[in-house]
């Protein structure tokens, strides 16, 4: 089943399969899950509930991290002023719950946050929407979104970005000769079309 793994990935399903172990043996319920579907890249995932555990990494160190894919409009490396335990070099009960206990944390902030942001954007979105704006979704997952309206001449666009930020820009949309009268007559709001 391994037989065409890399040497890199073989090194990572062993020291994944050990961690796996030393986890369990410490009291924690752990779980491993084996990708290796032949057109993706080939991943071990170590986990307990939802925080992902990683074996040593090139600084000797274990790595934990919460799941988040599903939250939109958070920044993933805020930690909302919490410090951090102190890196995991040997595993120790008292170590990995301080992490676990971290990243449970971290992760509620994020939650409301992104619960808050949803709110927001929704409530501006359909706001948009009565004045005529139409969103066309750019990353859907991400939660990023685009709109622009067109009227006598003046042009608003809004951007939705993936951190929540709502991006609005107000400019003239005006076709007119390229010439020095029109220039003049527009800077002083005295051009006429003769349409």
Known sequence: MYDKLTTWDKDKLIKSQKLYEDLRALGFETKIAIHNDPAKEFDVIVSIGDIIVSPHNYLKKYAFYHKREHLKY???????????PFKVGVLSKKKVQAWLDYEIAV???????????????QKYMKKAEKAGFGWQCINEREGYYHTALIKN???????IESLGYISKKIRLHYSVDASIESFISLSQNKYENDR
Not at 74 to 84: A, E, I
Not at 153 to 159: A, F, P
């Open 74 to 84: 958070v920044d993933p490396y805020n930690n909302y002023g919490l410090k951090h």
């Open 107 to 121: 992760f509620e902030k994020q939650k409301k946050e992104s619960s808050s942001k949803i709110e927001k954007i």
């Open 153 to 159: 001449g003046i042009e608003m666009s809004i951007d």
